[in-house]
Structures are given as C-alpha cells and as structure tokens.
Nanobody, 124 residues
Framework: QVRLVESGGGLVQAGGSLRLSCAAS????????VGWFRQAPGEEREFVAGVNFGNGATYYADSVKGRFTVSGAGAMNTVYLEMNNLRPQDTAAYYC?????????????????WGQGTQVTVSS
C-alpha cells in the first residue's frame, strides 16, 4: 500500500507560480510512474503531467506544455509539479497518483494509488 499526500496548493494571481509536492509514505518512487491530474468543479478528472521513474520519461498535457514541469528522483519519495504562468483555467483540485512498474497513463484507471488532492485557485 502506498499513501500519497499532496501539498503546496493555494491562491495565486494569473501569471504567478506554485509548486505542488506529492510525498509517498514509507517508500521511494523507484520503479513507479507518478501522474498529476486535476479536476475542476463539474468536470472530469484530467491528466496534467507524469513521470516514469523507470526510464525517466516525462509526459505533459498540451494545455500545460511549456508552463508546468514535473520533477523528482526515483530514489526519493517526493515528486514535484512546478507550475508557472498560471491561468484562471488552471483552477482545480490537483491530485497525484502512482502505479508500480508501468508507464505513465493519461487515464485514472492507469493508477493504483491516489492522494487526497490540493486546491489551486488562480485569480484573474
């Protein structure tokens, strides 16, 4: 069992930045893939970014490419999502998810473990 805890959300003005953290309790992310998702009220949960610590590959949704960066080290237990040039449409609850020994997936079914989420609100 993997327990994930997100932190770092908050209120920021458009154009600002935030860094989200996803910490795993009791283990490292070695051989895991970790994905970041977000869900706005009334919307489906959507893929934002992900990293495969098995091969180092990273993936991004088109809507965040060039603005968001996912980082971390498999030997560590924390993954980060650096978010720059934030827009009001980035407002959502952000979740991290993990799966062992499989590649990053863009669907929620691709993950076995989820955090509780952290709220990001971008004001215009």
């Amino acid at each position: 069992q993997v327990r994930l805890v997100e932190s770092g959300g908050g209120l920021v003005q458009a154009g600002g930045s935030l860094r989200l953290s996803c910490a795993a309790s009791g283990r490292t992310f070695s051989r895991y893939s970790v994905g970041w998702f977000r869900q706005a009220p009334g919307e489906e949960r959507e893929f934002v970014a992900g990293v495969n610590f098995g091969n180092g590959a990273t993936y991004y949704a088109d809507s965040v490419k060039g603005r968001f960066t996912v980082s971390g080290a498999g030997a560590m237990n924390t993954v980060y999502l650096e978010m720059n040039n934030l827009r009001p449409q980035d407002t959502a609850a952000y979740y991290c998810a993990a799966v062992y020994n499989r590649d990053v997936a863009s669907t929620i079914k691709g993950y076995d473990y989820w955090g509780q989420g952290t709220q990001v609100t971008v004001s215009s």
